[in-house]
Structure formats: structure tokens, C-alpha cells
């Protein structure tokens, strides 16, 4: 039997969790678009289930401590983030300006699975708010549940793991909707728009 207090932690680490991911952001519109693609669903929604969980542990073993005395270090992930999103709400873009229909199956575009990992970790591992949210606001909520922390930070790696697959494997439900062009250039013109407002945000937000 888990002890009450146990239980409450693990609960409210898996709330928190879910109100710092379930919002319009980079990584969630790369995995919605994905997950419309039925592109290496599997790949992406584990990488960022993954990443998540290895984030949360480290904020509840006190990583958030390491960026205390350097700024230099949020400054470049920074300005690495804000290339990144860039440059891939440019590609958005471009694609907005020729939109194709959905396709699926064998005569589906292919995308490598490989490349679709590297832009996968590129939105989960170059954006500075990840870590204040996760390892340091997280991972400071975590050590104020008394003895509990741990079972906080569990409670959050599986609001992370509930979101993502939700996401990435719910989103096929919106395929009829996007077989038209005009859907993916709907789509495309607000993934640019997010990741450009993201980006922006992000170079010129003072962070500290």
C-alpha cells in the first residue's frame, strides 16, 4: 500500500507536470505534426518521454544548482535555441507557400528516421526554458514535498509520458482534416508564426 502522502506527491508532481508541457510550444508542434505525418511516431514521442524524465531527474537531484553563478551557460543555449527555431519556422514557411495534401503509406514522402531524431532532440535540448521549467522550477517544487520528492518527480515523468503519447498517437484523429492543402498550409503558417514568436522570446527575454 502506498502511504497517503506518497500518493498526493506523486499526483501533484503529475498536475505540475502537465501545466508547464500542455501549451503551444516548439516541441509540441513538432510532435503534433509528426503525429500527423504518422511519421516515427514511436521515435519522437519516446525522445521526448525520455529527455523529459532525465530532465525531472535531474531537477530533483538538485541539477538547477548548476546554472546558479552561470549565466554564460543559459546565454548560450540562448542563442543556439533561438538559431534553431529560426530556422525551422522558416522551413514552415517555404512549406506554407507550397502546400501538399496529407499522405501516409508507401507512397508517403520518407523522412529517415535518423533525421527525424535529430530535429526531435534539436527542439527538446535547445530551448532554455526546458531547463529553468523542468530542472529548476520542477526540481524545485520536487524538494519542498518533505520526504516525497522522488515520488513528485515520478508522478511528473508520467504526466510527460500521458501528454506525448497523447499527443503524438491522438493526432492521426485530424488526418481527414489535412488530406486538403489548404489544412497543412494553415498549419504550417502557425508553426512559423509559434517558433519565430518563440524564438524572439527567447533571445530578447532577459532569463534569471
Do not use: K
Amino acid at each position: 500500500m502506498f502511504a497517503p502522502a506518497t500518493v498526493t506527491s506523486a499526483v501533484t508532481g503529475l498536475l505540475f507536470s502537465l501545466s508547464l508541457i500542455v501549451a503551444v510550444g516548439a516541441q509540441n508542434t513538432f510532435v503534433l505534426q509528426q503525429g500527423l505525418r504518422r511519421e516515427h511516431v514511436r521515435t519522437v514521442v519516446l525522445i521526448c518521454a525520455v529527455s523529459d524524465a532525465v530532465l525531472i531527474a535531474a531537477g530533483v537531484a538538485g541539477a538547477g544548482l548548476l546554472f546558479d553563478g552561470r549565466p554564460w551557460l543559459i546565454e548560450v543555449v540562448r542563442v543556439a535555441g533561438a538559431a534553431f527555431l529560426f530556422g525551422y519556422g522558416l522551413l514552415a514557411a517555404l512549406r506554407a507557400v507550397r502546400p501538399t495534401a496529407l499522405r501516409t503509406g508507401p507512397d508517403a514522402p520518407a523522412v529517415s528516421r535518423s533525421a527525424v531524431a535529430g530535429t526531435c532532440l534539436a527542439f527538446t535540448w535547445l530551448n532554455p526554458a526546458v531547463y529553468l521549467d523542468t530542472v529548476v522550477l520542477l526540481g524545485s517544487v520536487a524538494n519542498t514535498q518533505s520526504a516525497q520528492p522522488w515520488w513528485f518527480g515520478a508522478g511528473a515523468v508520467l504526466g510527460s509520458v500521458l501528454w506525448f503519447v497523447a499527443l503524438g498517437f491522438g493526432a492521426r484523429l485530424l488526418a481527414p482534416v489535412f488530406t486538403r492543402p489548404v489544412a497543412w498550409r494553415f498549419l504550417d503558417v502557425f508553426i512559423a508564426m509559434v517558433l519565430v514568436a518563440i524564438g524572439l522570446r527567447v533571445l530578447f527575454t532577459p532569463i534569471g
